[in-house]
């Protein structure tokens, strides 16, 4: 059974001080890992997709990368408007489906 | 504008009643899902179309049901909603390849 983790559950940085996010999953054979943001009483906004280990993606202030076990997103000089949930979510083989884990609450104060 | 429409974006329902929550997207894609999004247990999935014609069971389907008679649309009915299924739904699609995956707004029911 495909199983995402996220940790921390939550976590509190002052502007400017990086850091990262980690995913932890198991699936038989992933066809994608995914990252997305989420607003206070907005659907989820897609970031990134990695396909295979030691793939890396960025995004402004943000770059996800991927080994075969996890992927981390790391946040370098967050501004508030980093403030988020942040999921993350895997795609096995023969499955179109995505199984989330249960997000990263992400808060920057000024 | 390209995307995923939910309908209502707020209910509040009687316990036992039925409801249909609607869900239309102009992006032709093939795969269609919905979820549900509870505190402290993330996104999971109820129900999902691979394409127009079928549907599949997710994680907890218990309590719904869904159709998929065209490509754009994918509803999602409660037959009878009980407390548990306050929840927040969210409608998303993806093509055939599980690229483009994009969410809906979400509709926020509570059951009453």
């Known amino acids: 059974e495909d199983q995402v983790t996220q940790s921390p559950e939550a976590l509190r940085l002052q502007e400017g001080e990086s850091s990262s996010l980690n995913c932890s999953y198991t699936v038989s054979g992933l066809r994608g890992l995914f990252w997305y943001r989420q607003d206070p009483g907005k659907g989820p906004e897609f970031l990134f997709t990695?396909?295979?280990a030691g793939e890396e993606k960025e995004k402004e202030r943000l770059k996800a990368t991927l080994t075969k076990k996890e992927s981390f997103l790391h946040i370098t000089a967050p501004k508030p408007e980093d403030s988020a949930t942040y999921l993350c979510a895997v795609r096995d083989q023969g499955a179109q489906k995505l199984v989330f884990g249960q997000g990263t609450r992400l808060t920057i104060n000024p | 504008i390209a995307g995923i429409t939910q309908a209502p974006t707020s209910q509040i329902l009687a316990a036992g009643r039925r409801m249909t929550l609607r869900c239309t997207q102009d992006?032709?894609?093939?795969?269609m899902y919905w979820y549900r999004q509870d505190l402290g247990l993330g996104l999971r999935l109820i129900h999902y179309?691979?394409?127009?014609?079928?549907?599949g069971k997710g994680e907890v389907p218990d309590g719904y049901s869904v159709s998929r008679a065209n490509t754009d649309d994918f509803p999602l009915t409660l037959a009878s909603a009980v407390p548990s299924q306050t929840s927040v739904y969210f409608c998303?699609?993806?093509?055939?390849?599980?690229?483009?995956?994009?969410f809906g707004s979400g509709t926020r029911l509570t059951v009453v």
């Open positions: 990695l396909y295979s």
């Open positions: 992006m032709r894609h093939n795969a």
């Open positions: 179309s691979n394409t127009a014609g079928t549907t």
């Open positions: 998303a699609s993806s093509d055939w390849q599980g690229k483009g995956y994009t």
